[in-house]
């Protein structure tokens, strides 16, 4: 591994874990609640993340670039709620685009199983070919659209194990409450959890999330189930102590209620 792609990775996975905070659900499904303005959205929520994951448009419009934080840049999309098929992705941001906005990895979804499978993969091996000369990591997004059955073990092994084969260097999926540890060990590099649909409790999100930690991932990629919380950065703290801390889930909740409390 060359010192550039070291040096990026250890900035966004410190001691090997992560916490990714993604604010980049505009692209295909527009304004989102409490993510109406996203730069402010995320500022009381900065000391407790490891990289925001955006797109350039929001990152130009909305973030502080003096801000401390890596980024992890969405360079997937031309895709909508409204349309035919969440799954016909292209590229959407150049390697010059990327260096020029100091982007500390990037990120695209991969639809495995979808009518679009051979195209999404072909853009992943695009974008690895492009950023491996520049030392720049590559997270695969193992995106299921609007067919969240999909979240099972057997399959998020194949989408988690391809990713990697085509040259991903993290591979965010979703978690499933079944052989979990099987999608992590069939995987040759890191897993981050993705957060799927908003939890219906804090404590929901706190037990999935220790759970995947406990089988073997390296982090999380967690929006909604963070900033959509009645109490964001009490959620925030109570998650970063799960992932960077070993809290238990008993411990992680009192973090939260203790936070939560405070004016």
């Known amino acids: 591994m060359n010192w550039g792609m070291k040096n ?19 692209y295909f499904q527009g304004p989102t609640r409490n993510l109406e303005r996203p730069g402010e959205t995320v500022k009381p929520l900065l000391p407790y993340v490891d990289a925001i994951f955006c ?48 982007a500390a990895a990037v990120g695209l979804s991969v639809f495995i199983g979808s009518h679009y499978e051979k195209e999404t993969l072909k853009n992943l091996s695009t974008l690895v070919n492009l950023c491996e000369d520049y030392g720049i990591p590559v997270m695969a997004v193992t995106a299921v659209g609007r067919e969240l059955e999909k979240r099972e073990a057997r399959y998020l092994a194949l989408c988690c194990r391809i990713a990697a084969e085509l040259g991903a260097r993290v591979v965010k999926t979703y978690w499933c409450e079944e052989h979990f540890e099987k999608v992590v060990q069939g995987c040759p590099v890191p897993v981050i959890m993705a957060g799927g649909p908003k939890c219906e409790t804090e404590l929901e999100v706190l037990e999935f999330v220790h759970d995947g930690i406990s089988k073997g991932a390296a982090g999380i990629n967690l929006g909604r189930n963070v900033w959509q919380s009645p ?33």
């Open 231 to 263: 109490h964001p950065v009490a959620m925030a703290k109570a998650l970063r102590s799960i992932i960077h801390d070993n809290a238990s889930v008993k411990q992680a909740a009192e973090i939260y209620n203790k936070t939560k409390g405070k004016k």
């Open 8 to 26: 990026r990775l250890s900035r966004l996975m410190p001691n090997g874990r992560c916490f990714f905070m993604p604010i980049d659900h505009g």
């Open 55 to 102: 797109t350039r448009g929001v990152l130009r419009a909305a973030l502080d670039p003096l801000i401390d934080k890596p980024i992890v840049l969405r360079v997937s999309g031309c895709t909508s709620m409204v349309g035919e098929d969440l799954a016909n992705e292209e590229l959407t941001t150049s390697i010059s685009e990327i260096i020029r906005v100091n």
